[in-house]
């Protein structure tokens, strides 16, 4: 079993930056590939980005390609997401989820394991 628990959600001036922190405890994260989702008021939850469990490979939505950067630090057991150049349309409640096995995965149904959520709001 792992848990995840994401931290530095905020609130932020549009053009802004934030880093999201997914912290692992439980099982070996480091073996995990991870990714994060978010879900907007009345949207649909959807991808925003995904990489493997030695980091080497990521993969981004093109909504945030250019602007947010998926990366992990196995020895502390956490994965980020740091957010660059934010919009109002960024603003969600943000979350990181991981996969006991290889792999890129973009479907929230691929992950068996999700955190609680950290809210990201991006103001005008």
């Known amino acids: 079993q792992v848990q995840l628990v994401e931290s530095g959600g905020g609130l932020v001036q549009a053009g802004g930056s934030l880093r999201l922190s997914c912290a692992a405890s439980?099982?070996?994260?480091?073996?995990?590939?991870m990714g994060w989702f978010r879900q907007a008021p009345g949207k649909e939850r959807e991808f925003v980005a995904a990489m493997n469990w030695s980091g080497g490979g990521t993969y981004y939505s093109d909504s945030v390609k250019g602007r947010f950067t998926i990366f992990r630090d196995n020895a502390k057991n956490t994965g980020y997401l740091q957010m660059n150049s934010l919009k109002p349309e960024d603003t969600a409640v943000y979350y990181c989820?991981?996969?006991?096995?290889?792999?890129?995965?973009?479907?929230?149904?691929?992950?068996?394991?999700w955190g609680q959520g950290t809210q990201v709001t991006v103001s005008s």
């Open positions: 989820a991981a996969v006991p096995r290889s792999g890129l995965f973009r479907l929230w149904d691929d992950y068996n394991y």
């Open positions: 439980g099982r070996t994260f480091s073996n995990y590939p």
